[in-house]
């Protein structure tokens, strides 16, 4: 296990709702991205979290928005739920020192989003 | 756009079989490759690779890097049942740390 824990391992809304997963990221780790992995397909990045400020983002709508707090723990924000956003959702963290990846990404387990 | 393109999609094989997975890329300012195994949810890690034609080894899985040609190699020799997973190669540009996927390779061992 890495050390990357992530709440709910499963969820289940309707369309339209909105929803909030948490990640907490591996001791000594200030980096936090997200992915959304569906059925079938490879992980697609959302975006990234570096000292409480994204970092970069991915091809996703503003509905999807993050958090990052002071002890690098992470929120990922999803409003307006719709259908295709059931997923796993994937949350990596890893360090950084001056913009530049120290160490690979390190997984967490997941949260199974299913939207009905 | 990076892109990422894992081949096969799916293979099946018998214990003791040799594996061969393929990775091609073409990413903008290329820093490393990554290749993960995925079993249920989290992606484990493997082996990054930065440099041409260096062998990453470890036990039964081995991999290497191709710069030139834009692709990786992973392969598992003498493959168990455990080894049945999903194989997920990245890349990893030089500014940033995202990760661009590809679709992965599904592989199933039978006893």
């Known amino acids: 296990e890495t050390g990357v824990t992530q709440s709910p391992t499963h969820l289940i809304k309707t369309r339209g709702q909105q929803v909030t997963l948490r990640c907490s990221s591996q001791s000594g780790h200030n980096t936090v991205s997200w992915y959304q992995q569906a059925l079938g397909q490879g992980p697609q990045f959302i975006f990234q979290y570096y000292r409480e400020e994204e970092n970069g983002r991915g091809n996703f709508p503003p509905r999807f928005s993050g958090l990052q707090f002071p002890n690098y723990s992470s929120e990922l924000n999803v409003n307006a739920l719709e259908l295709d956003d059931s997923a796993l959702y994937l949350c990596a963290s890893s360090l950084e020192r001056s913009g530049r990846a120290v160490n690979e990404q390190f997984f967490g387990p997941g949260t199974r989003l299913t939207v009905l | 756009e990076d892109k990422v393109v894992q081949s096969p999609l799916s293979l099946v094989v018998h214990e003791g079989d040799t594996v061969t997975l393929n990775c091609s890329y073409e990413?903008?300012?290329?820093?490393?490759l990554l290749w993960y195994k995925q079993e249920k949810k989290a992606p484990t890690f493997l082996f990054m690779l930065t440099s041409s034609g260096i062998e990453k080894k470890s036990g039964r899985l081995s991999s290497i890097l191709d710069k030139k040609e834009l692709f990786s190699i992973l392969n598992i020799t003498a493959t168990q049942t455990g080894d049945s997973a999903i194989y997920l190669c990245?890349?990893?540009?030089?500014?940033?740390?995202?990760?661009?996927f590809g679709g992965g390779t599904r592989l199933m061992v039978k006893p």
């Open positions: 990245a890349v990893v540009p030089n500014a940033g740390n995202m990760l661009t």
């Open positions: 990413v903008t300012n290329f820093r490393s």
